[in-house]
Every structure is written in C-alpha cells, then in structure tokens.
C-alpha cells in the first residue's frame, strides 16, 4: 500500500471513530427512550385499569345485592302471575331494585329475567321477554329467539358481550352487557339471568387520557380472551400489522380482580415521530459531517503528502529508480539514503585513502612558501588530517645518505619504499607532532610542531632515535639537517631553507649525523671563496676524470684561496 492510500484511510479511521461512538450511543438512546415511552403507556394503563376496577366493583355489588336478594329465589321458582298476590310480589322486587339503580353512576341501567314466568323486570318496569326485547332492549342483529338461546339461556358467570348497539330506534345506546345466571352459580339450567347494562363513555372516558396521550388503540378483553370494547381504533391492529401496513407497539395489563385484559396498541409512527424527526436532523449531520470530513480527509492527505512527493520526484531526478521492488515512498527513500550512505561512505573512504596525499601536498607547497597561511583554518586543516596544537615549529631535512644494504637494485620502487619508512619513523616517534614529506628521491623533510619549553636538546634526541631506528632496523645511514624553531607558520619555508643549509653543510663535517642550523651559523671556520666558473670546471674535470684539468683548476682555487687568507 503506498502512502497516499494510507494517510487516506488513516485520517478516513479517525474521522469514522466518532461516527461508529455516535452510533452507538444512539441505539443506546433510542432503546431508553422506548423503555420511557413504554413505562409512561403502563403507567397510564395501570391508573386507567385501577379505576375501571374500582367502577366495576361498584357493578358488583349491585349484581351480589341482588343475586342474594331474599325474595329472588321465590320468584325463579314461580311460574306466570295469575292473581294480585303474585303481581305485587314482582311490584315489590321492583321497587327493590329501583333502591340499587342510582347507587352507582357508573351502572346505565339493569334487569332480571324470570325464565319460569318469562317475566322481566327492571327497577322503573315489568313486561314480559318480548315486549321488553322488541320495546326496550333488542341488540342489533340478533332475534328475539336468538336472544333467549345465547343470552339468557345460557348459564353465565360473571359474563360480559361485546359492546353493541342496545335499546329501540328512539333510545339505541353502546352498551357493555354483564351476564350473570340465576340463581348464583347455576351454569348447565339457569332459572334466571341478571343483566346489567354499561355505558361505553363511562369506560371510554376513563380510557381517553391513554389514547389521546399515545394515539393509538386501547381494547378490553375479558377472562376468556374475548374483545369486550375497544377506543380509539381498531382492535384487530397488533404489533406489525396496522391498517396502513405500519408497526404496532402493544402493551397489556392484566387484572387479577376483574380478569380483564387491557391491550394497547400504539402505531410505532406516532412514537417515533419525533424521535424520527431528530433522527433525520441527525442523518443529515451526519451526511454533512462526513462530506465534509471525506473532503478535509482528502485535502490533509494531499497535503502531508505534497512534501513526500516532492522528496520522490526530487530523488527521481537526481538518481535512477532502484533496482530491487519497493514497497511503498518510505521504502523508496529509505533505499535511496541507504545508496546516498553507501556512496558517502564510500567517497568518505576515498577520501581517506587520499587524504596523506593531500597531506603531503600540501606539506610540500608549505614548506616551498606556496600557501596562504593566514587563510587557513583549523577545519580546513582537519580536512587534510592536518593538525597544529603548539605555537612552535622547525623543519628537519632527512637525507637518506647510503641505503646500500637495503636497497638491492636501485630501483625506484626500492627507493619510494625507505623513503616511506623514513616518514612513518618520524612520524611515529613520540616527540612532538610530526609530518613528513617525500622531497627528493634521498630527501625526506619533516615538519615539526612542538611546544615552547622545547628546545635544541629535544631535537638532537628525536634525531638521534629516528637515525638509531633507520640504521638499525632498516641499515640506512642518515643525515639530519634541522632548521632553528621559530613560532608561526609564517616562518615554515624559511624552516626548510635553513634545514637545507645544514644538511649542505654536512660534507664539510664529513657527514656529521645530526647538524642544526644554529650551530653552523655560528661557528667560525675556514671557507672556500672562488667564482663559480672555477667550480664548474673542477666539477667537470672530477666527472671526467681528467687530472691535468682537475690539478689545474684545484691549483686556481688554492692559489685564490692563498690570496684571500692574506
């Protein structure tokens, strides 16, 4: 994967962090706020089941007051009135029940049904079944006939139908029917039947907070699963299949005293309307977000990588694409400083190698007064491994006199090589700091940098330890010409003419070993003072061989030399 890819999907990973946090907190939150939701609706239901409880206790009452009535049991068992006596006796149930009818507001109105004498009485009439039924309560949609079989009948026990439409033309009302077969308890051949008759807004009222709070659906089912009434919908709508195809979110609530059911059914639209709401107020942050992240992710990665690039075309341009496959920019420019390391190191070790050349020529331009001494500096003398610590500096000319027992052929290569150990004897000799240059083809010349405290001794001691080392170990005898320590490098070339001198001066010693150009300056002696054409011809003469010619000329040089001593 090259770099680019990476920034890219690094800033990508942090930018998407905060997203994958805020999704999670987001379910978290949502599973909260339906846990809320769902409390609030329980809530309700629970307060709506408490009251609905306590009206139907109410009902109850009634319904005991009168099942246990002790002038009941005589009129289940009498037949059709026939006389006063029993038409009073049904009269004065009557007004027995009228005391039980405004005992609860909660009750519309009631009856019991005598099957013996197909009697019904209420606490405001008497009649019998089908006059009561075609005149005062008939259900729609249900005969006379199916209404004795189904209804009453029937032994029913603490029994309620649906919610239907009840009553004639004129007085029709939605009315919750309770069941309860005479006498108490009687299920397989009742005798009677106890209907009490509820209004549907005395429960709906009490269920209207709920719906109106949660736009949805309550409905009632009795203890045996039955649908008794529902407000504010359908109650066929569960969760999941709504009318309009939407989710449903259902709640229930069980009552242990009634056995009712209370089910709500909530659409999941109207729930989460407004959590939907913030919902797509969030997705579009969140779209925004990431448009704009995806964009501040792209320019910061064209951005750290504009350098990189630039680095690569650089190296691109300034070397050739590496042999071996890449990985990646990094790896690129890892394998080209690695090559750029190579090569300085390897320059590094030319250098090196090349570094006693430039010494020694540099060595050798000093001592003839070539350079600039003022202009040098302590790193351009480190460049040439070149390094003056002390204020003092003198100059010692080496002149490889007889190299007869080392050198067997007189070879060139013989004679470079004593010249080298001559050099690296005096270099190594611990007396001061020390460089040698190779000046003639006998000639090494030596620069030496020595504190102030040094002094002549010190030099004749070096001397004679490099001459003690050469001879011994390498059977070359040496002659050493020192200058006169002066302080500066100004002096240096001044150095070398002075310890030329003295090593001049050695044939008139008969090659004295060790000459310092002090001591010659002083010393008072006899001197040969002849014109130079008288030398050139004695020369001549000595390389011919020629003795008439080499008397001749040494006889002009006693006789000029005669002259000059008087």
Known sequence: MNVLAALLLSYLAVLLLPVAVFGVLYTQIEKVMEQNANHANLALIEQAKQVVDGRLDEMHLIARNITSHPKLDSLLRSGAPSSGTDHYAYLDFMRELARYRNSSSFVSDFYVYFRESDMIVTPSMKSNSAMFYSGV???????????????????????????AEVGNAARKKRMLTFLQALPFGEKSDPKGMLAIFIDERQIAALLEKITKASHGTIYIKDASGQVIMSYGGNPQETEGDGEDGGRMMTLSV????????????????????????MKRMAIGVLVVYLIAGAAACVYMTYRAYNPLRDIIRFIRQSKPAPAHRVRNEYDYIKSAVADSFEKQTEMAEQLSRQTPVIRSNFIARLLKGYVNVRELSTESLAFMGVSFPYPCYCVAAVGLRDASEFIRG????????????????????????????????????????MPEHYGVADLYDWADRLQTVIGQRFKTSTTVGISSIRHGLEPIASCFAESMKALEYSIFTAYKPVLLYEEMRNKAEDYYDFPLETEIQLINAVKSGDKKRR????????????????
């Not at 199916?146 to 309620?160: A, C, E, P, R």
């Not at 069980?254 to 709401?277: I, T």
């Not at 002009?556 to 030399?561: A, K, M």
């Open 137 to 163: 309560y008939g259900y729609d949609g249900m005969t006379y006939e199916q209404w004795k079989m189904d209804i009453l009948h029937v032994g029913h026990y603490n029994g309620f139908l649906p919610i």
């Open 254 to 277: 069980h009552s242990a005293a009634s056995g009712w059911e209370y089910v709500s059914v909530v659409p999941e639209e109207v729930f989460w309307a407004k959590v939907n709401g």
């Open 410 to 449: 007189d070879t060139e290569g013989e004679w470079a090589l004593i010249r080298f150990v001559t050099g690296k004897v005096a270099e190594e000799i611990p007396f001061a700091v020390s460089y040698p240059v190779e000046i003639e083809k006998d000639l090494v010349a030596v620069v030496l940098n």
């Open 551 to 566: 008397k001749a000329s040494s006889t002009i040089c006693t006789g000029t030399i005669s002259a000059k001593s008087r």
